[in-house]
Nanobody
């Protein structure tokens, strides 16, 4: 079992920044892929960014150039730095971990971009 705890969400004005954190209960070296997903009201959950154990990174086209995913193996924590936020970024953001034993999700953190 893997427990993931997200933090860092909140209310921010358009153009602002937030940094989300995802603390894992296991060593990051045992996790193949860490990812951030989001789900807006009335929409399906979508992938935002993913980082493999080897450091390969993928971004959704909608966030390229604005969001940065990273992982600190020493702290067993993944991050999502979000800059130039837009109202359409408003969603619940979920942390995700993929291991050979399965896929695990955090409880989600709300991000609201509004003036």
């Amino acid at each position: 079992q893997v427990q993931l705890v997200e933090s860092g969400g909140g209310l921010v004005q358009p153009g602002g920044s937030l940094r989300l954190s995802c603390a894992a209960s296991v060593s990051m070296f045992t996790i193949n892929v860490m990812g951030w997903y989001r789900q807006a009201p009335g929409k399906e959950r979508e992938s935002v960014a993913r980082i493999t154990r080897g450091g390969t990174i993928y971004y959704a086209d909608s966030v390229k150039g604005r969001f940065t995913i990273s992982r600190d193996n020493a702290k067993n924590t993944a991050y999502l730095q979000m800059n130039s936020l837009k109202p359409e970024d408003t969603a619940v953001y979920y942390c995700n971990a993929e291991k050979p034993s399965g896929t695990y999700w955090g409880q989600g953190t709300q991000v609201t971009v509004s003036s």
